[in-house]
């Protein structure tokens, strides 16, 4: 006999007994009394945090308010205008301003 021919029966032999004995644990699967399983899962109660809640209006209002007395007029920017103007009236003399003032405006910055 050769290798390949009892290799091939070994094969068949072993599909055999697997089908059988497959058949036999599905028949027993099948009669035995069904059982109905329940699951008891505990729901997680959320845990509230012991921080008390932060009104968001009164901490703005809180940071504006440091940052004003923290704030003095060395902080400010200096404002110098060039030109003729009015400051009692607010007004500008008339004419064009020309490309030199407004680069100057730029670069003063």
């Given at each position: 006999?050769?290798a390949?021919?009892l290799?091939?029966?070994?094969?068949?032999?072993?599909?055999?007994?697997?089908?059988?004995e497959?058949?036999?644990?599905?028949?027993e699967?099948?009669?035995?009394?069904?059982q109905v399983v329940?699951?008891?899962?505990?729901?997680?109660?959320?845990?509230l945090?012991?921080?008390p809640?932060?009104?968001?209006?009164?901490?703005?209002m809180?940071?504006?308010?440091?940052?004003?007395?923290?704030?003095?007029?060395?902080?400010?920017?200096?404002?110098?205008?060039q030109?003729?103007?009015?400051?009692?009236?607010?007004?500008?003399?008339d004419?064009?301003?020309?490309m030199?003032?407004?680069?100057?405006?730029?670069?003063?910055?």
């Amino acid at each position: 006999m050769k290798a390949t021919e009892l290799k091939k029966m070994i094969k068949e032999a072993v599909k055999e007994a697997i089908q059988e004995e497959l058949k036999d644990i599905l028949l027993e699967a099948v009669r035995s009394p069904k059982q109905v399983v329940t699951e008891n899962v505990a729901m997680p109660t959320p845990q509230l945090s012991s921080k008390p809640m932060i009104d968001s209006k009164k901490a703005y209002m809180d940071v504006m308010a440091e940052t004003a007395l923290n704030f003095t007029s060395r902080d400010a920017q200096t404002f110098r205008p060039q030109g003729r103007f009015d400051p009692a009236n607010g007004t500008l003399p008339d004419g064009s301003v020309s490309m030199d003032q407004i680069m100057g405006l730029l670069n003063s910055k």
